[in-house]
């Protein structure tokens, strides 16, 4: 059954996401043919346009592949966790196939620079920090600050107030949930950086070990600063790809 489309999410966007879900699940192995755009075109009650983009995108991030004239097939894995991210509704997809695993419960806290990145007029935030694992091996490493009234919006989620809880949440995915208006842009910067000691006892791996690090600042539709994200990723076992069209 067809799953509706989330909020701001497009019909082949939540078709992809499904196919995603069912790849991780294994419902589709290395090589098995996947249904083809007709039989997903009627399940979806969508045209084949519909499913040829979402498709595309399964594509470009390695996940399937097309042969023509036969269909399209699930592409091998090789224990690296990849995926396509060009907008805020993929960064949301990463609940689909990884957990969240709480390694600092959400509290508040001052921290200046934060509160100077997030534009506050306090230096007071809301922070949590969480690894997130892909088939039980931990990849990323992220820590989360968001202005106090945004945090409390979080508060009754028990899930984000014990170390060791894990989940299936995104944090962007829960706060466009409760916020007044809905998260539509991210500001990101790439860079790489050696691991900072809770970062590598978290990402079992040396302290000063070169890691990805990725600084995130949400954005509502009204250009309000919700929330800065900033993550760690282990190159050994994560790869990063964006798609760019002109």
């Not at 990805?212 to 539709?221: F, Q, V």
Request: charged share 25%.
């Amino acid at each position: 059954m067809a799953n509706k489309p989330a909020r701001g999410q497009s019909a082949y966007q939540q078709l992809a996401n499904d196919l995603r879900a069912d790849l991780a699940d294994d419902r589709y192995p290395e090589g098995v043919r996947l249904p083809t755009e007709a039989e997903l075109a009627e399940t979806y009650r969508v045209s084949r346009q519909t499913v040829r983009r979402a498709f595309h995108d399964l594509v470009a991030e390695g996940l399937v592949y097309r042969v023509p004239g036969r269909g399209t097939f699930a592409a091998p894995r090789d224990g690296r966790y990849l995926r396509k991210f060009g907008s805020v509704d993929d960064l949301m997809g990463l609940s689909i196939d990884t957990t969240m695993q709480l390694t600092g419960p959400l509290r508040r806290r001052v921290d200046i620079d934060a509160a100077g990145r997030l534009r506050l007029d306090s230096d007071m935030v809301h922070t949590l920090a969480f690894r997130r694992l892909h088939d039980e091996v931990p990849f990323c490493h992220t820590t989360v600050w968001l202005p106090t009234d945004v945090g409390e919006t979080l508060a009754s989620v028990d899930q984000l107030t014990e170390t060791g809880a894990t989940s299936t949440f995104t944090i962007i995915g829960l706060l466009d949930d409760r916020l007044e208006q809905p998260i539509t842009g991210a500001e990101q910067s790439i860079t790489v950086a050696p691991a900072p000691d809770v970062v590598a006892e978290q990402l079992k791996c040396e302290p000063q070990h070169p890691l990805l690090r990725i600084d995130r600042l949400y954005t509502t539709s009204e250009g309000r600063r919700v929330e800065l994200a900033i993550s760690y990723f282990l190159p050994e076992l994560y790869s990063y790809r964006v798609r760019l069209t002109r």
